[in-house]
């Protein structure tokens, strides 16, 4: 496992979805797309820009992410995971859903199969914006300042997401597939590029949440074992497959739960 914790905010910033901000974090709502565009050009970037440069100048974001790398291979609906190359032994085991209709396909799918003989690879990442940022929105709301308590926890949620997504990118540079990569960040959004992130608790990975839990114990425990021998490890979980939503941004995202305190104390 390795970590970084050497960030550009500034180049973070450049990979965050505007649509999602503004139209879902900021509640942007336009009886038309000329209006649409007014207002985000009139009102929205600029609120963007000067709370960027405050979160900047006021170190309210530590961007951290750790991640490393697995040899696995797929039986059934089932990825298993091995601690290669010291023993081979299993050391977890993830159930993925199956499309009931269309291709029919599963996550397992698109790794090789046991009957191969052969072990393929996963990305294991975990993204973190740090607790900082969950104070201060929590100051905000506190104090009733509800629009910038809006634009902050906007921005944080978002931001965890584009961390994610500029991190995959160096996982698949890392994986010698990048250059697949489509030119422009925003086509990157549409997944525009080889391979995919998922996380527990979408589509792909729905569970109810005890399972969901279980899951992300799971990944902790990988990557905490991998602390304990190396000591390089210092947050927790989510996959390359791994999509993200919250302030401690992995596998199902909880931003406030047992996994996120864990990371606080790790970090």
């Known amino acids: 496992m390795r970590v970084r914790k050497d960030f550009d ?8 979805n505007h649509t999602a901000l503004f139209k879902n974090q900021w509640q942007l709502k336009t009886a038309s797309q000329a209006d649409y565009l007014r207002l985000v050009e009139e009102k929205y970037v600029p609120v963007l820009s000067e709370l960027q440069k405050e ?12 991640y490393g790398y697995f040899g696995c291979y797929s039986e059934g609906n089932d990825v298993l995971l091995f601690d290669l190359p010291e023993t081979r032994n299993v050391i977890a085991r993830f159930t993925f859903p ?3 209709e269309g291709r029919k396909l599963s996550i397992a799918d698109f790794f090789v199969p046991k009957s191969s003989g052969q072990f393929d690879v996963i990305g294991l990442s975990v993204v973190t914006i740090g607790s900082r940022a969950s104070e201060e929105t929590k100051k905000l709301f506190d104090a ?8 902050l926890h906007g921005l944080s949620v978002e931001t965890a997401e584009a961390l994610a997504e500029l991190f995959h990118k160096q996982i698949r540079e890392e994986l010698g597939i990048a250059g697949d990569d489509a030119p422009r960040v925003g086509d990157l959004f549409h997944q525009k590029y080889r391979g995919s992130r998922y996380s527990f608790g979408y589509p792909a ?24 021998a190396a000591q390089e490890l210092r ?3 989510s996959s390359c497959a791994g999509r993200t939503r919250a302030r401690c941004s992995c596998g199902a995202a909880y931003g406030n739960g047992p996994i996120a305190g864990e990371i606080k104390k790790i970090l």
């Open 235 to 237: 947050a927790i979980r």
């Open 205 to 228: 990975c729905r569970s109810s949440l005890p399972a969901r839990v279980c899951v992300n114990t799971r990944v902790y425990v990988l990557t905490r074992r991998t602390e304990l």
């Open 55 to 66: 979160v900047i100048a006021k170190g309210w974001f530590e961007p951290k992410v750790v």
């Open 98 to 100: 199956r499309q009931r």
């Open 144 to 151: 009733g300042e509800f629009t910038k308590y809006l634009y």
């Open 9 to 16: 905010l500034n180049e973070v910033f450049q990979y965050i």
